[in-house]
């Protein structure tokens, strides 16, 4: 049954509070059983038989201490899952901290800041996800800290009002508690869960060791294995229907920050027409995300079986709400989102980085201005005096920042100097589809750090020469002939960060493109258009996959 926004704000209030009273009737509930079950098996291996014992009762003492326990273990299972969730939760789904030198990467942390003053101020931190899903979740724990992540796809494909909207729906859920709600629930999942897999390790463990003796604790194993089971299934239906209820409430919260209900209904259409992690991000999280991982019929209907076996309300639902306070319909929101879409460029464009440059005093004459990766090759001591391109302030080497760091950089790699490994011209740092790289402006090489490279296969902003495109087809048909032979190893070429020979490989026997890695530094090589046309490649595989 669809909500409105004033209704899901009155229901908020109990929400709260369900979760936390049902988390202390599943602690209360599972340990009178664990009681029960005990006394029972205890008895039986006491008498040999439970004939004739008719039902007995325990003393009501012994419930009313299992409550107080149970709201005790209620309280601690409550604070100490939300106060450590956050740094768990991100070692999980292996977030990082966003590249200051990324301009997407920029662009989310500038938004999350601008966002966080919308909502008075609160410090929330933003972290990005390394996969090309389409998703967003945010977290908050009871010491104050938030987060809020983006995935490395979800920054490709939005724009900026989009991205500001998706931000706002997180924003939403910290600011109106649901996140610490949803963090308690996903906790409760996972306690049991754990349990009933150990359980039934347990189970499993004790038919090849069983015994006479042993029969009472099987049957005590095997019963707090269902129910640990049944509290599993409890705590997760909770999960699902709480969650449901949260995205309604922070959509409307997302249309009150950016005052935009139309970029947040295009980036929940982009998102419903993309992957979104199903099997790539943790299962038992879920129910963090602005949509569902997992795809399936159920998420988009209605009812009591979706309210209770969905963890997220139907896309289509939320996107008629917004549109209708947008002032549009569907198919005014897809022409929206296609006109939207930006053309890529055909050239290859990297686009450099306006860099420090420094006159230095070198026997009393000013030389110069030499740019940062100059500067690594030259005789420079901390005492040098120097001064920055455009200021009349002389200073010692000892006195800039960035200087001490290259002089640092240089006495760590002395031997590498920082120099292209095929024409030795000084390296200079660029962004390539808003990565930071290193770039040759001569023979048009890129030194790219490994763990960079996803981001770069992620985005689509690169465009592709006829020349590359020639190219990739060359090498995409020796590697369905089966004939790649092995790299040529005649050119050997010396990493610019340690001067050790590099490894020359085919990045993968799929995409078969020659590159040349140093394992020691975690860089490689790619000449003049390998890095495009192993994209060209990798995208075309993605394309045939889709079509």
Known sequence: MPFSFVEIEEHKSWQIGFVFVGLVLFYFVGASLLIVVTHYVLLYQARGSLANTGFLLLPPKIFICTFLVALAAAGLHWVYSIYQSIPHLLKIMRATAPDPQDSYHKQLQNIVDEVSVAVGGRKIDCVVLPTSALNAFSLADFSGKAAIGVTEGLLTCLNRAQLEAVVGHEAGHIIMGDTLIETATVSAVSVFTGLNHFLGEALRGSRTSRSERGGGAILLVLVLYLVTLVLRFLTYLISMFISRECEYRADAVAVRLVRDPLSLAQALRKISRGWRGGGDIYDSLETLFIVSPNCNALDEKEGFLADLFSTHPPVTQRLKILLSMAHADLNTLDASVKENEVARPTVPVIEKITEPRWLI????????????????????????????????????????????????????????????????????????????????????????ADDKILRIIIRHEQGFSAEVMRQARLVQAVAQKGILGVPKFHHELSCPRCAQIMNRHFYSFVYPVEVDTCYLCNVTWYDKDELEILQYLIESAESAQQG
Do not use: H
Not at 379 to 385: E, G, I, K, N, S
Not at 394 to 412: A, F, K, Y
């Open 361 to 448: 005093d070198v026997n009393g004459k000013w030389e110069g201005p030499f740019a940062a990766a100059a500067t690594l090759g030259m005789d420079l001591r901390y005492d040098t005096f120097i001064r920055r391109d455009g200021s009349g302030q002389v200073m010692m080497v000892s006195d800039d920042p960035d200087l001490i760091g290259l002089l640092r950089q240089r006495g760590e790699s002395s031997r590498g100097q920082n120099n292209c490994p095929r024409c030795l011209t000084p390296l200079a740092n660029a962004l390539y589809e808003g990565v930071p790289v290193e770039s040759c402006q001569a023979c048009g090489g890129v030194l790219l």
